[in-house]
C-alpha cells in the first residue's frame, strides 16, 4: 500500500535529492549572497535560506514516505546502485526500508525545525553564513548515514558530521565549549579509527562492502574469529557514538556547552547514528560475533541505565551544582541504555522496541533541550538552585504554558503509557525477558529487572525537575556549597509568595512565543501520536527486523 503512486524513478530522485540537497544549501549559504529568500539584511537572508533548504528536504521527505509501499516495509526501496571505485568494489549504493525510513524523516523534521527556531533566535557566535552551512552539512551526512548502503560510504557518511558538530559547540556555545568540543571530537574520532579496521576486515574477508548482500548472507561467509573480532572494533566506535558507559563522558560535556539546536540536533539525530549501525550491519552481518558479545553489551547498556539515572538524580537533588541541561545529557545515557538492551537481546521484540526508543527519544529529548535552551535564555542560566525558584519565581507562575510543556515532555520522558516513551522501554524490557537463543535466560532477566530499577529512578528525577523548576522549591542559600554564588536573577520578588505562584512583585517572563510554538508542537504531537498509536511505526519497522533478523530471508 502506498498512500501516493510514485514511481520508482521519481522515489530514487527523491532519495537522492534528500541526501544530497543539504550539502549543496551549504556551498550556496557560503556564497556571497545566497539564493535564498530576501530579508532585510544579509544575515537574514541566510537564515530564510536555511529555513527554505531545510523545508524543501522535509517536504521531499514527507513524499518519499507517501510514496513508500507500506506493504512491503522489508523490502529496500528507492535504491540507487552505481559503481563509484571500481577497483575496491565501492558503490554509490542509496535505499531505504522500514527500519531507516523513520529515523530518515526523524532528522528531516528536527533540522528543518532547529532552522526555523534558529531564524528567530540565532545563538551568539560568528558569521550567520557559516552557521546555516555547519548546520546544512550536519544533516547531509546524517541523512546519507541512514540512506547509504555500503559500508565504506556509511563510514565516510558517518565521519562527515563531527566537523560541523565540532564547530558549532566551539564557536556558538556556551561555557568550556573549546574543551567540551575537543573532548567530543577525540573521543568519536579515535572510536572510528577502531570502527573502520573493523568495517575493512569485514570487506576484505567478505568480498564485498555491500551491506544487503552481506545482510542476506547473514555472517556465512565470515568465520566466527572474524566476526567477532570485527563485532569488537566495530562496536566500540558505534558505542562512543551512542553513547554506551563508560565511552560517555563527552557527551554531558558537549551537551552543556553547546547551543540550542547543536543539542537538539546531537541528542535527536546524532546518537541514533551508533544505534543504527548496530542493527544495520552488526546484527545481520555478524549474527555470532554478535551474539558473542550481546551478554556483554546488555550488561553494559543496564550499568549505563542506573548510571544515568543516578547522575540525573544526583543533579536534581543539588541545586547549587545542578545543571538542568547537564541533567537531560545524562538521561540520554540511561535512555540509549534501553536501546542497547533491546538490540542485545537479539529478538524482533527487542530490536523493534529499540528502534521504538530510538525515535521516541528523538522527539521528546529533542523537545526538552529547546525548553531548556528557552528557559536558559529567559533566565540567564539552567542554574537548578534558580529554576526551582529559590526566590519564589518558578515556572508555572512565571510562565505557566512553558512550564506546563516542560512537564508535560518530562513525563514524556519518563515513560508514562500513552506517550511515545512507554513502548521502546516496554518492548526492550519484553525482549530482556525471552532472548534469543543461545542467550542466558537468566542473566537477561536479571538485565530485565535492572533496567526496570532503572525506570522508577527515571520517574523519580523527573518528577523532582517538575517539582522543582514548574513549582518551586525554597532553597536557602547556606544549603549551597561553600563559595557559590548566589543565584537569584535580577528581576526576582524581595518577597516570594506561594511556591509556583506570581506575586505582586513578581514579574512575568515571556511565555512561549509563536516561533516558539511552531518549533515544538510537531514534536508534542507525534509524542502524542506515536504513543497513543504505535502500530504506524512497529508496523515499519516489524517486518525489516524479521527480515533482518532472518538473514535477509522475506
Request: neutral net charge; contains cysteine; proline residues 7%.
Amino acid at each position: 500500500m502506498t498512500v501516493i503512486d510514485i514511481s520508482p524513478s521519481v522515489m530514487q530522485f527523491l532519495l537522492a535529492f534528500i541526501v544530497v540537497v543539504p550539502l549543496l544549501g551549504a556551498v550556496a549559504a557560503l556564497l556571497p549572497a545566497p539564493p535564498g529568500l530576501r530579508g532585510k539584511n544579509p544575515d537574514q537572508a541566510v537564515l530564510r535560506h536555511g529555513v527554505t533548504v531545510t523545508g524543501a528536504v522535509l517536504i521531499a521527505a514527507i513524499v518519499l514516505t507517501a510514496g513508500f509501499d507500506h506493504d512491503h516495509p522489508a523490502t529496500m526501496q528507492a535504491t540507487t546502485d552505481i559503481s563509484w571505485i571500481p577497483a575496491l568494489d565501492v558503490r554509490i549504493h542509496l535505499g531505504i526500508d522500514g527500519i531507516s525510513l523513520p529515523l530518515l524523516l526523524l532528522t528531516a523534521l528536527l533540522t528543518f525545525l532547529c532552522a526555523l527556531y534558529s531564524y528567530f533566535k540565532l545563538p551568539a557566535g560568528p558569521s550567520p553564513k557559516a552557521f546555516v552551512a555547519l548546520v546544512l552539512v550536519l544533516e547531509s551526512g546524517t541523512l546519507a548515514t541512514f540512506a547509504v548502503l555500503d559500508l565504506l560510504l556509511f563510514f565516510l557518511a558517518f565521519e562527515m558530521v563531527l566537523i560541523p558538530m565540532y564547530f558549532l559547540i566551539a564557536r556558538w556555545g556556551g561555557d568550556q565549549r573549546r574543551a567540551a568540543a575537543w573532548k567530543f571530537i577525540l573521543y568519536t574520532l579515535l572510536g572510528s579509527v577502531v570502527m573502520l579496521l573493523g568495517l575493512l576486515l569485514i570487506g576484505l574477508k567478505s568480498g564485498t562492502f555491500d551491506m544487503v548482500a552481506l545482510a542476506t548472507d547473514n555472517g556465512r561467509g565470515l568465520t566466527t574469529s572474524v566476526q567477532v573480532t570485527a563485532v569488537l572494533a566495530i562496536g566500540i566506535g558505534l558505542a562512543v557514538k551512542t553513547p554506551m558507559w563508560p565511552l560517555h563522558s563527552w557527551l554531558p560535556d558537549a551537551h552543556t556547552a553547546a547551543p540550542t539546536v547543536g543539542s537538539v540536533l546531537l541528542a535527536g539525530v546524532l546518537l541514533k547514528m551508533g544505534t543504527y549501525g548496530f542493527v544495520r550491519i552488526l546484527l545481520p552481518i555478524t549474527p555470532d560475533g554478535m551474539r558473542t558479545f550481546a551478554p556483554y553489551l546488555a550488561a553494559f547498556a543496564v550499568v549505563g541505565i542506573v548510571y544515568g539515572s543516578l547522575a540525573c538524580l544526583a543533579l536534581a537533588r543539588n541545586g547549587a551544582k545542578g545543571d538542568l541541561k547537564r541533567l537531560i545529557a545524562y538521561s540520554s545515557v540511561g535512555h540509549m541504555g534501553f536501546v542497547l538492551l533491546g538490540i542485545a537481546t537479539m529478538t524482533p521484540t527487542g530490536v523493534n522496541g529499540a528502534l521504538f526508543a530510538n525515535i521516541a527519544h528523538g522527539l521528546i529529548t529533542g523537545l526538552l533541550f529547546f525548553l531548556v535552551g528557552a528557559i536558559k535564555d529567559r533566565y540567564g542560566t539552567a542554574d537548578l538552585d534558580t529554576l526551582a525558584g529559590a526566590t519564589g519565581a518558578a515556572l508555572y507562575g512565571r510562565a505557566p504554558r512553558l512550564g506546563a510543556l516542560l512537564a508535560f515532555a518530562a513525563v514524556a520522558s519518563l515513560g508514562l503509557p500513552g506517550l511515545a516513551g512507554f513502548w521502546g522501554e516496554m518492548l526492550t524490557l519484553f525482549g530482556a525477558y525471552s532472548p534469543a537463543e543461545g542467550l542466558s535466560r537468566p542473566a537477561f532477566r536479571t538485565f530485565m529487572a535492572i533496567g526496570a530499577f532503572g525506570t522508577l529512578l527515571t520517574a523519580a528525577y523527573m518528577l523532582i525537575v517538575v517539582r522543582r523548576v514548574c513549582m518551586g522549591e525554597h532553597t536557602p542559600h547556606s544549603q549551597l556549597s561553600p563559595g557559590a554564588p548566589p543565584t537569584q536573577p535580577a528581576d526576582a520578588p524581595r518577597t516570594p509568595g506561594p511556591a509556583g505562584a506570581p506575586t505582586a512583585t513578581t514579574p512575568q517572563l515571556a511565555d512561549i512565543q509563536s516561533y516558539e510554538a511552531a518549533a515544538w508542537t510537531p514534536l508534542a504531537a507525534l509524542t502524542v501520536l506515536a504513543g497513543l498509536w504505535p502500530a504506524v511505526l512497529l508496523g515499519l519497522t516489524d517486518p525489516a527486523v524479521q527480515k533482518l533478523l532472518a538473514g535477509g530471508k522475506s
